[in-house]
């Protein structure tokens, strides 16, 4: 964890938006099951379908570019009980180099577009700011160098190739081919047409999802 300091990052964040005066505050990071979204942020911002994790922290991205904030409120408090983790380091190491990567490259992408801000990784310091620089990949082969010589003291082998492979991953696999940022620009028109679809047909819809759920619950 020398060099994949989440935990840490993630600390300085939550002392810097949580532990301190106003109550409310612009905040880099959110909490996915504690999330208030206005109307009219969902309307025009959606999920991206290709983020399976940490879709939180690209929603708030996502809606940073298209003008909103999010505000975190320091006084409303939730008990988060998660279950235990089941995957090993290594594969939770990759899952986060693929989604860093994933928004690194949507940041890289941006021009500018009508009614759109241009964001920085800066802007979400600590965390996530601090795996979307340039450092990134550095931070991605000292981490899984150190996780693999750690396997390997303990004669874990399979768990060593795998750190390892996430470096060959990181340069080969996880970094996405296309335009991230086009992608999202045509997926929120692609979202906007949707709800018009949905709001424009709303009673054959009701109908629809009202038949899913017999068939689901006879």
């Known amino acids: 964890m020398t060099y994949w300091d989440s935990s840490g990052s993630k600390a300085a964040a939550f002392d810097k938006i949580i532990g301190s005066e106003p109550r409310l505050k612009p905040t880099p990071f959110v909490f996915g099951g504690a ?4 109307r009219n942020l969902f309307k025009i911002v959606p999920f991206d379908p290709r983020v399976t994790r940490g879709e939180d922290i690209d929603y708030l991205i996502n809606a940073n570019m298209f003008g909103f904030n999010f505000f975190l409120d320091r006084e409303l408090t939730i008990k988060h009980l998660p279950p235990k983790k089941s995957h090993a380091i290594w594969k939770q190491l990759r899952e986060d180099i693929y989604r860093f990567l994933y928004e690194k490259k949507k940041i890289e992408t941006q021009y500018e577009v009508p009614n759109m801000n241009i964001v920085t990784p800066e802007d979400f310091d600590p965390y996530p700011g601090s795996f979307l620089k340039d450092e990134l990949a550095d931070m991605i082969f000292k981490a899984n160098v150190m996780l693999a010589i750690d396997y390997l003291l303990k004669q874990e082998i399979d768990s060593a190739r795998e750190s390892i492979k996430n470096i060959y991953l990181s340069k080969y ?3 996405p081919h296309d335009d991230v940022f086009t992608y999202l620009i045509n997926l929120q028109k ?10 424009k047909h709303m009673m054959d819809v009701i109908s629809i999802l009202d038949g899913c759920e017999k068939r689901l619950n006879p």
């Not at 999330?35 to 206005?38: E, K």
Request: glycine share 0%; charged share 25%; net charge neutral.
């Open 35 to 38: 999330m208030v979204i206005h």
């Open 173 to 175: 696999d996880a970094m």
């Open 190 to 199: 692609h979202w906007k047409e949707l709800l018009n679809f949905t709001k």
